[in-house]
């Protein structure tokens, strides 16, 4: 298996690589989204973060990446008691994956040659504890996108059908990647995701070289282009683990909850989990950086993705979602 493109070798895109790197501290935040032009590294992070985020501990054969055998399902034949570590999975969803495929199904084979009736596991057990990915996003299969949002809110896996009755746990980190240009995402699904970003063709000439000479050392010279970025994604890892130790300590002053309210309210967005999101990425945030107390930067730097998408569409304003985030922000945090 070809190792991928680093994470720290990206060329810009620090909203991107920053939304991605606070789901690995802490991912309760939600999810990413990432919209923006073709060619502009979207599934290149995401295939890069799969080996730079630390790995988990799995019971060896657990359908499910459990990480005590008391805790594997009790369909789950795992053969041996064994704690491994493993890479923290990244699993693909494709466009044209069936409802059995996602979700699991019975084992067509084993039941016609041993009369067994038996549970095949779906793309949903093997992206538990880790992240599932779908590219172009928003041109998912409506009922695909229903069965998604009904797992994303339970955090479990229901399969009723064909004699079986079976549950597994599957909390994953969603990170979904599209072209506006190609349709648009359902709002229900919209608003699952927990930070939204948009990326672009950079117009810097200077950065657009660096792109080429970097991708092109990848492929030319691998050893020496991984012996150098390698390092660097080393050291982000170090960063998350710290961080992901860090984020229970860090303290959350009453002003800075009533800064989320208040951004929130004058940003008319619905529901509660715009605060939510924007304070748990925030603190996240603010792990990362090695700080022990919220303040009004973190917010100010994670509004914009924790926000944008949960706007109400104005189509008088040419400016866009996150620019409006950003005038309230500066409206009301000065």
Not at 246 to 270: F, H, M, Q, Y
Not at 310 to 317: E, H, I, N, T, V
Request: glycine share 8%; hydrophobic share 40%.
């Amino acid at each position: 298996m070809k190792t991928p493109f680093p994470f720290s070798a990206i060329v810009g895109q620090h909203e991107m690589k920053q939304a991605m790197i606070l789901t690995a501290v802490d991912p309760g935040i939600g999810g990413v989204l990432v919209f923006g032009d073709r060619g502009t590294g979207k599934s290149t992070a995401v295939r890069a973060l799969a080996a730079l985020l630390p790995p988990i501990k799995v019971v060896e054969g657990c359908p499910v990446n459990s990480e005590r055998v008391a805790d594997c399902p009790s369909w789950a034949e795992i053969g041996s008691r064994k704690v491994i570590s493993r890479s923290t999975p990244v699993i693909d969803l494709p466009l044209g994956a069936t409802e059995d495929r996602v979700v699991g199904a019975l084992d067509i084979e084993r039941a016609l040659t041993r009369g067994e009736k038996t549970f095949e596991p779906g793309l949903l057990a093997r992206a538990n504890r880790g992240y599932l990915y779908i590219d172009e996003v928003n041109l998912l299969e409506d009922h695909i996108v229903d069965l998604l949002l009904d797992v994303a809110q339970s955090g479990e896996n229901v399969v009723e059908r064909e004699g079986l009755s079976i549950r597994h746990p599957a909390r994953f980190v969603l990170v979904g990647s599209g072209n506006p240009e190609e349709g648009e995402l359902r709002p229900q699904l919209l608003d699952r995701f927990g930070l939204s970003v948009e990326v672009r063709s950079p117009d810097n000439i200077a950065e657009r070289v660096e792109v080429i000479k970097r991708r092109d050392a990848f492929e030319r010279d691998f050893d020496a282009f991984m012996a150098t970025f390698g390092a660097q994604d080393a050291e982000i890892r170090e960063t998350i683990l710290k961080a992901r130790k860090r984020l229970p300590k860090v303290k959350t002053p009453d002003a800075i909850l009533n800064d989320c309210a208040e951004l929130c309210i004058a940003l008319g967005s619905d529901g509660l989990r715009g605060e939510l999101t924007l304070l748990r990425g925030a603190r996240a945030l603010a792990a990362y950086r090695g700080d022990r107390t919220l303040k009004r930067d973190h917010l100010r730097d994670i509004a914009p993705s924790a926000l944008s998408h949960r706007l109400r569409r104005d189509p008088l304003d040419e400016a866009g979602s996150g620019a409006r985030v950003n005038r309230i922000v500066a409206d009301v945090l000065g």
